[in-house]
């Protein structure tokens, strides 16, 4: 028989990733009683792996024609920026014809606005958020260098930078080799343009950032369980989970905030969601590796190379496939390869390797909102290699949905059944 709790939350979070984790501390602060769950404990899983920025610029989704153009000639890479492996190729078949659905011109419009809204909205809740956390000294103001091997691959970007200007979001050109070298020596003089994004912050560390976050929920009261959640079951007065233990927990409202195991929990209430695995590689090097002065974007080849405490992290591309396949690490040393090619100085030894799972959806929109099935059921997953930046936003916006309160942002292009639409 199972065994059901006595001592009733207001709110159970399912996910103690950076999300779930702001979450958490969010609704706590704002009178709710808040239970935590997670099968692995905070930060397990991808948010104690990523690069550590708060990219408040990255309002294009990684569907654009352009990206359409290239794929084909990057999926028959296995070591290149966007690859599946062959023996997932077919189970991803109906998620890579949602994702050219979603690189037509007029969605990627669409697109572009919603997430410029909701970056926007992310960016102003972020300082109160750090500072409530007391987590504000970890941020860093270092700006991203993002560079292009040749004027004709600037040219090829730039409308992707010009789509940013209606939203206010500063960028600054930087042509030549001395340029580039201002902002960051170092580089390989095959780069010979760039785009400088000043107002690029990071956090110091993103897994030390979310034990913060952690520690602070349960100095205020908050509780953190490990339980592997399995089943979500709604009522006329509020949601059950179901664990893998037979427990069961029941509460006004369930907040699943899973990354990328969310839309197994979601199917068990009727919502089918094409929520796909970014499988994310890095290689984390160690402390006074290289003069590190900025993140570098080198977006031909799909990852970047940021400051990470003391040490320096080579990581990103895209490996779409799923959550069962073994690691392969070649990427990291791919990527890790093409880095001290890249970076000349850069000691490339004894370094750490790492693979998360990112939560994709087709048009690298996050779902935001309530469940099908119940009002007392709230999504909040799917924020691909976004997660860390919009995890207050979205914490703030799930808040406004627990209090019954107007959404600062229009959350119609976030919803949970657009796909279906």
Known sequence: MAKQRNDRPDVVIVGAGVVGLS?????????????????????????????GAFAFSEIIPLATPGVIRKAPRWLFDPLGPLSIPPIYALRLAPWMFRFWRAAKPNRVENGIRAQASLMDHCRKVLPR????SATDSLLRQNGNLEVYESRAEFSAARPYWE????FDIPFEPVHGVTALADIQPGLDKRFVSGVFTPHYSSIADPLNYCLAIA???RDRGGTIETADVRMLSPGPSGATVHCADGRTVSARHVVVCAGAWSHRLAATIGDRIPLETERGYNTTLPAA?????T?????????????????????GAVELGGLERAPNFKRADAMLAKAKTFLPDLDTRNGTQWMGFRPSLPDSLPVIGRAGASRNILYAFGHGHLGLTQSAGT??????????????IDLGPFRADRFQL
């Open 215 to 217: 520690a602070a929920l």
């Open 129 to 132: 958020f750090l500072e409530a």
């Open 289 to 293: 590796n290289f003069d590190l002065r």
């Open 395 to 408: 914490a703030d916006l799930i808040c406004h949905l627990l209090a019954d309160s107007a959404s600062p």
């Open 163 to 166: 789509a940013r200007m209606p």
């Open 23 to 51: 979450t958490a501390l969010m609704a706590q602060h704002r009178g709710f009683r808040a239970l935590l769950l997670d099968r692995k404990g905070p930060a397990a899983e991808a948010s104690r792996g990523n690069a």
């Open 295 to 315: 993140q570098i974007t080198f977006a031909g080849h799909g990852f970047v190379v940021s400051r990470i405490g003391a040490g320096v992290r080579v990581g």
